[in-house]
């Protein structure tokens, strides 16, 4: 099947849908389809991005997490796993990575000796700030084919969405 012009991948599997179960409405699949696949390529090309930097996306948003929270620079471990898109499995794991090679420090809060606070250290502010216009520019360029109108419907529709 040569696929036209405007059709891409999720239109042909709707069209199959459509044809072996006319029955069942797959409308859903047109956004849901979309979204998937557009989120796998923006990893992708952001991750490659990560990767010219030494990094991850998982480290990148640790730092970037608590680069973004403002001087002193520091979170406790609850406070940045809600802030950040680390999943609470991966967060001590993460954590340690990072503090062994010198981008973050653990330290006792001070209000509350038996608790932990995370700290950026200069090094990873240095790192941090050095990848951010990159991965701007990366998202930049991902975004290029829409209008800046287009963009900021795109944005609050993926709001609604709990995006």
């Given at each position: 099947?040569?696929?036209?012009?405007?059709?891409?991948?999720?239109?042909?599997?709707?069209?199959?849908?459509?044809?072996?179960?006319?029955?069942?409405?797959?409308?859903?699949?047109?956004?849901?389809?979309?979204?998937?696949?557009?989120?796998?390529?923006?990893?992708?090309?952001?991750?490659?991005?990560?990767?010219?930097?030494?990094?991850?996306?998982?480290?990148?948003?640790?730092?970037?997490?608590?680069?973004?929270?403002?001087?002193?620079?520091?979170?406790?471990?609850?406070?940045?796993l809600e802030s950040s898109m680390v999943t609470s499995s991966a967060i001590a794991q993460r954590l340690n990575k990072l503090e062994a090679d010198g981008l973050i420090e653990r330290a006792a809060s001070e209000s509350d000796g038996r608790r932990k606070q995370v700290h950026l250290t200069t090094k990873g502010r240095h790192?941090?700030?050095?990848?951010?216009?990159?991965?701007?520019?990366?998202?930049?360029?991902?975004?290029?084919?829409?209008?800046?109108?287009?963009?900021?419907?795109?944005?609050?529709?993926?709001?609604?969405?709990?995006?």
């Amino acid at each position: 099947m040569a696929k036209e012009q405007n059709q891409d991948h999720v239109s042909t599997v709707l069209e199959q849908w459509a044809s072996e179960r006319p029955d069942v409405d797959v409308s859903p699949m047109a956004v849901i389809g979309r979204l998937s696949r557009a989120a796998h390529r923006i990893d992708e090309q952001l991750g490659r991005n990560f990767a010219l930097h030494g990094i991850d996306a998982a480290t990148f948003d640790v730092l970037a997490t608590l680069r973004r929270s403002g001087v002193p620079y520091t979170l406790s471990p609850k406070d940045l796993l809600e802030s950040s898109m680390v999943t609470s499995s991966a967060i001590a794991q993460r954590l340690n990575k990072l503090e062994a090679d010198g981008l973050i420090e653990r330290a006792a809060s001070e209000s509350d000796g038996r608790r932990k606070q995370v700290h950026l250290t200069t090094k990873g502010r240095h790192l941090v700030d050095a990848v951010l216009p990159d991965h701007v520019a990366v998202e930049r360029s991902i975004l290029e084919s829409l209008t800046p109108d287009q963009q900021a419907t795109l944005a609050e529709l993926l709001r609604k969405l709990g995006g």
